[in-house]
C-alpha cells in the first residue's frame, strides 16, 4: 500500500522546482520573501514543500561545513545565519483555536524554544525578549475574544464568547422559557468563560506596556520586537504553510490574514501552499454581498506572494515515470538501487523534451536484466495504463488519485488471494480501470452481462472489442458511447473471451453480484442445467417445465438466451431444445424466443431449423420475419419461401 501522506522521495521529478527556491530564499540574504506553491488538490504541494525543506537543511549544513573548515584553517569568516523552520498547518486549528493567535504562537514559542536551548551563547537578554513576545500572543488571545481590545484590557469581561457558549449552552433564554436547568447550564458556561479569560488577561499584568495599547501599536511593537530578536538571534525564519485548501474560508482567510501581519520583516521567509482556485472562492465568501470582480478576486493572493510556483500537471510520460516508480519502491530491490533508478528516471524525463525516449525498455534496461518477473509485469501494466489515467476526467494524472487508485487495486488483490479465487492481476487492473474512469452506468451494464452469462464470459464485450479493434471510428451504443470507453476497449488484455466472474467476486464492494440462478428455486435450478445440457427433444423435461412458476420460467428463459447469444450457427443448436421446451409452457415465453430467433443475423440462419419451428403456433409468423431479410443463404431463403407458400 502506498502512503497518502506527502514525501520526501521525489517520484514527480520536483526536486529541481524545490532547488530553485531554495536558491531564491538563500538568494535573499535576509531580506523577505514570500513564495506560493499552488496546485489542485492531490498534485503534489505538500511534497514539493517537503523536498523544499530537505533542499534548505541541506544548503545549512553545507555553509556550516565550509564555515567549519574556513575556521579550522584559520580563516575568520562570519558565522552563517541559523534557519529556523516552522511548519504550519492552519486545518488542525480549524474549529479549535484562532488562526491569527495560532500563528504567532507558533512562530513566538519557536523562537523561545531556540533562545532556551542557546541561552549559554546568546544570553538571559535574548530569552526575556522571545518569552515576551510568547506574552504579547495572549494578549492578542484575549482581544480576539472581546468586542474590542480596551474591553479586553480593562474590564476581562470576553462578551462574544460568552455570548457564543450562552447560545450553546441552552436555548431557553432565545425562546422565553427560561428552565432552572438553562440557569445552571448558563451558570456553567460564564463560570467556564470567565476562568478562561481571566487566565488569558493575567499575561496584561507581566507587561504593562502591552495593557496599555492599542491593537495597530500592539501589532506593530510585535513586528518589531520580533524582528529585533531575529536580528540578535542571527536567525532567518522560514514559515512553510500548508494544506489551506482543506480549510473552510474563514480559517483560510484568517490563516492569510495572519501571515500578512509578518510579511515584508527582515530575515523571515514565508512558503504557502495553496489551490488558487479554492483562495479565490475563499476572498467571495469572506466578502459576501461585496461586488468583486475576477481580477480583484485574484490580486489578493498574488499581492501576498513575491515569488510564484506552479505545480506543474503531469503528462503521459509523467504519470509513465510515476506509476513505474511506485511499483519500483514497493518491490524487493535494495534501497540503494531504487535511489539509482529514480534519479536516472528523473534524468530522462528532464531530456524527454529534446526527443529521449522514456518507455517501459527504458526503465527494463536501467533496472537490468535481474528484473524481478513480478515487477516487470506491472511496469508493463503501467506502460499501458498511463494515458488512459492521464486523460481520464476522473483522475487527469493526479498524483493522489492514481495512489489510491494502486491501493484498491491491491487490496482487491489481497482479498482474492486471502479468499482463494485465482484471478489475474492485469484483468482486475483493467475492470477496476472501468468502474473508477467509466460511467456507473455502464460499469453495472458490464457486470450484468457476466452475472447472466453461464461461463463469466461477456459476448457483449467480445462484440465490442472486436469492433474497435477493426474499426475505431464504430459507433458504440449506450451506456457505452463514450471516448473513455474505446480507449478502454483498445487497452491490452482484451476482456471479451475471459470469465471475469472472480474479478467481478472480488470489485464486488460497488456491485452486487445477482445472477439469475441466485433467484432460481432448487426445482428451477436442477431443471435449468438439465434443459441446458439437452441434445434432443424431450417430452419430460417439457413437463417438467410445465410445473414450474411463471417466474422461475422466466428466469431460465432469461438464463438459455444469454447461453443463446453465444451461437453463431443456427442449423439445429443444442440449446434451441430447451428453448423451445420452455416456450411450451406460457405464450409469454414463446414470445420471447420468438423476438430472439427473428433478431438473428441472416448469415448464421440455416435451413435446418425451419422444419422445428414451422409446426410451432408461432412458426409461420416467424418464418415471415426471416424472409424480409435481405442477407439470408440462398438454401435458406428457399426453404423458408417453400413453407410460406
Known amino acids: 500500500m502506498w502512503s497518502d501522506n506527502q514525501t520526501a522521495r521525489d517520484l514527480l521529478n520536483f526536486q529541481h522546482v524545490a532547488d530553485i527556491a531554495a536558491e531564491r530564499i538563500f538568494g535573499a540574504k535576509g531580506q523577505p520573501l514570500s513564495i506560493g506553491i499552488s496546485g ?69 514559542q519557536s523562537l523561545v524554544d531556540h533562545a532556551e536551548k542557546e541561552k549559554n551563547n546568546l544570553g538571559s537578554g535574548v530569552l526575556k525578549k522571545a518569552t515576551g513576545l510568547l506574552a504579547r500572543v495572549k494578549w492578542f488571545r484575549v482581544a480576539s475574544m472581546t468586542a474590542g481590545a480596551g474591553l479586553a484590557a480593562y474590564t476581562g469581561s470576553p462578551m462574544p464568547l460568552m455570548l457564543s457558549s450562552v447560545a450553546a449552552a441552552g436555548g431557553g433564554l432565545m425562546d422565553g422559557d427560561l428552565s432552572s436547568t438553562d440557569v445552571e447550564k448558563l451558570k456553567s458556561a460564564y463560570e467556564s468563560i470567565s476562568k478562561e479569560g481571566k487566565d488569558l488577561l493575567s499575561a496584561k499584568k507581566e507587561d504593562e ?42 480559517t483560510a482567510i484568517a490563516t492569510l490574514e495572519a501571515m500578512r501581519l509578518f510579511l515584508f520583516l527582515e530575515r523571515t521567509a514565508f512558503v504557502i501552499a495553496a489551490d488558487e ?30 515569488l510564484p510556483f506552479r505545480v506543474p500537471p503531469l503528462g503521459t510520460q509523467d504519470v509513465r515515470a510515476y506509476l513505474m516508480l511506485l511499483f519500483i519502491d514497493a518491490s524487493d530491490l535494495a534501497p540503494d538501487r531504487k535511489d539509482d533508478i529514480r534519479d536516472a528516471v528523473c534524468e530522462r524525463l528532464g531530456q524527454t523534451w529534446n526527443g529521449s525516449r ?61 479468499q482463494g479465487v485465482a484471478v ?20 453495472g451494464a458490464l457486470l450484468a452481462t457476466v452475472n447472466a452469462s453461464a461461463n463469466g464470459r461477456s459476448s457483449e464485450l467480445k462484440q465490442m472489442e472486436d469492433a474497435v479493434r477493426g474499426n475505431t471510428s464504430v459507433a458504440l451504443d449506450k451506456p457505452f458511447d463514450t471516448p473513455f470507453m474505446r480507449e478502454w476497449l483498445l487497452l491490452d488484455p482484451p476482456l471479451g473471451e475471459r470469465d471475469l466472474r472472480a474479478a467481478a467476486y472480488v470489485s464486488r464492494d460497488n456491485f452486487a453480484i445477482i445472477g439469475r440462478a441466485d433467484e432460481l428455486s432448487p426445482e428451477a435450478l436442477e431443471l435449468l442445467e438439465a434443459l441446458l445440457a439437452a441434445t434432443q427433444p424431450s417430452p419430460p423435461l417439457i413437463e417438467k417445465a410445465k410445473a414450474l412458476s411463471y417466474r422461475d420460467a422466466a428466469a431460465i428463459m432469461d438464463r438459455i438466451l444469454v447461453k443463446a447469444g453465444e451461437e453463431t450457427r443456427w442449423g439445429v443448436p443444442p440449446i434451441l ?45 416467424l418464418l415471415r420475419l426471416w424472409a424480409n431479410k435481405s442477407d439470408l443463404s440462398a438454401p435458406m431463403r428457399k426453404r423458408v419461401e417453400r413453407e410460406l407458400t
Open 40 to 108: 489542485g488538490w492531490g498534485m503534489g504541494k505538500s511534497s514539493m514543500m517537503e523536498l523544499l525543506h530537505i533542499a534548505l537543511q541541506k544548503r545549512v549544513a553545507e555553509r556550516m561545513h565550509a564555515h567549519a573548515v574556513n575556521k579550522a584553517a584559520g580563516l575568520e569568516t562570519p558565522t552563517p545565519d541559523e534557519i529556523r523552520f516552522i511548519h504550519f498547518n492552519a486545518w488542525l486549528y480549524q474549529g479549535h483555536d484562532d488562526a491569527r493567535a495560532a500563528l504567532m504562537e507558533a512562530i513566538a
Open 209 to 250: 506596556k502591552v495593557a496599555a495599547t492599542t491593537p495597530p501599536k500592539a501589532i506593530d511593537a510585535f513586528r518589531t520586537d520580533l524582528e529585533a530578536t531575529l536580528q540578535e538571534m542571527k536567525i532567518t525564519l522560514v514559515v512553510l504553510i500548508d494544506d489551506l485548501d482543506r480549510c473552510l474560508p474563514e
Open 277 to 306: 482556485d479554492m483562495i479565490r472562492e475563499s476572498v467571495r465568501v469572506h466578502f459576501k454581498g461585496a461586488q468583486l470582480s475576477d481580477p480583484m478576486v485574484r490580486s489578493y493572493f498574488d499581492k501576498l506572494i513575491q
Open 358 to 418: 522514456f518507455d517501459r525498455a527504458f526503465v527494463l534496461e536501467t533496472i537490468g536484466e535481474d528484473c524481478p518477473a513480478d515487477l516487470r509485469s506491472r511496469i508493463a501494466i503501467a506502460d499501458r495504463i498511463a494515458p488512459i489515467l492521464t486523460s481520464s476526467p476522473e483522475i487527469r494524472g493526479n498524483p493522489r488519485l492514481i495512489k489510491r487508485f494502486l491501493n484498491s487495486l491491491a487490496l482487491r488483490g489481497s482479498l482474492a488471494e486471502r
Open 424 to 443: 489475474d492481476e492485469e484483468v482486475l487492473m483493467k475492470l477496476l480501470l472501468f468502474e473508477r474512469c467509466g460511467t456507473a452506468e455502464a460499469y
Open 577 to 621: 431444445n430447451g428453448a423451445l421446451a420452455v416456450a411450451s409452457v406460457d405464450e409469454r415465453h414463446a414470445r420471447e424466443l420468438s423476438s430472439f430467433l427473428a433478431s438473428r443475423p441472416g448469415p448464421q440462419l440455416e435451413a435446418g431449423i425451419v422444419p422445428r419451428v414451422v409446426q410451432l403456433p408461432w412458426g409461420k409468423d
